[in-house]
Nanobody, 120 residues
Framework: QVQLVESGGGVVQSGGPLKLSCAAS????????MGWYRQAPGNERELVAH???????NYAGSVQGRFTISRDNALNTVYLQMNSLKPEDTAVYYC??????????????WGHGTQVTVSS
């Protein structure tokens, strides 16, 4: 089992920065992927950014150039540095992790989310 706890959400003015953290615990040695998703009211959950164990990353087009995902394997923590925030970035941000189970299948784990509100 993997537990994910997000932190760092809050209210920030448009154009400002905010940094989210996600700490993983439990069976963490087999985690191969960690990422951030977000969901705004009335919208479906969407991928924001993800990072693999080799450091490979990708971003949603709407955040590329503004957001940076990083991973500290020693601390079992993934971060999302958000800069130049826009009101459209307002959403609940969820941490995600994937690992291989005992039968060789990928399993998804989710945090409970942290609210990010960007005011104008």
């Amino acid at each position: 089992q993997v537990q994910l706890v997000e932190s760092g959400g809050g209210v920030v003015q448009s154009g400002g920065p905010l940094k989210l953290s996600c700490a993983a615990s439990g069976r963490i040695l087999s985690i191969t992927h960690m990422g951030w998703y977000r969901q705004a009211p009335g919208n479906e959950r969407e991928l924001v950014a993800h990072i693999d164990t080799d450091g490979s990353t990708n971003y949603a087009g709407s955040v590329q150039g503004r957001f940076t995902i990083s991973r500290d394997n020693a601390l079992n923590t993934v971060y999302l540095q958000m800069n130049s925030l826009k009101p459209e970035d307002t959403a609940v941000y969820y941490c995600n992790a994937k690992r291989v189970d005992d039968f060789g299948l990928l399993i998804d784990f989710w945090g409970h989310g942290t609210q990010v509100t960007v005011s104008s």
